[in-house]
């Protein structure tokens, strides 16, 4: 009896831990992109977004409706070229997003490589919602254990 106990308090632990973690995943990629938006802090908030990597991208697909202006209208990232499945770096790209959405889906397309519609250097609402939609389908398929996370907040 005191090893289903014990048992059964170190799985609740465990479950506790993972939410907590994914809790603070969520968190501190929600409070990087609010410091998007403030031009001392965003070149920085960028840096730190890009190095999640992969963990980010339901994250930040689920944040491709904010449509704040950035802090600054420009955002280098590094151009990453992948060779006979080495990655090499050559150079820089530059852009000028214009609000959170744009910034954030040239960084996805950092991060995965995948592109939907081109709005890195700004866009209309309407091809900004076909690219939300896209980014979200891709990730729901990509992702299928964090659907709930793939989506987009309205």
């Not at 600054?72 to 590094?78: A, D, G, H, R």
């Not at 060779?83 to 744009?102: A, F, L, N």
């Not at 939907?116 to 700004?122: A, I, K």
Request: charged fraction near 25%; include cysteine; aromatic fraction near 6%.
């Amino acid at each position: 009896m005191k090893k289903l106990v014990l048992l059964a308090s170190l799985a609740a632990l465990a479950v506790s831990g993972c939410a907590t973690k994914k809790t603070t995943l969520a968190t501190q990629i929600s409070g990087l992109i609010d410091q998007t938006t403030q031009a001392q802090t965003e070149p920085e908030a960028f840096l730190r977004l890009e190095s999640y990597g992969e963990n980010a991208v339901p994250y930040l697909v689920q944040h491709l409706n904010d449509m704040r202006p950035l802090g600054e209208k420009n955002m280098v990232l590094k151009n990453i070229v992948i060779v006979d499945s080495k990655k090499t770096e050559q150079g820089q790209r530059m852009y000028s997003p214009e609000v959170v959405h744009d910034a954030l889906a040239a960084l996805l397309n950092q991060i995965t490589g995948k592109s939907f519609e081109f709005v890195y250097n700004g866009s209309d609402p309407a091809t900004r919602a076909t690219n939300s939609k896209e980014w979200q389908d891709w990730c729901m398929k990509t992702y299928p254990d964090k659907k709930a996370i793939c989506k987009v907040h309205k």
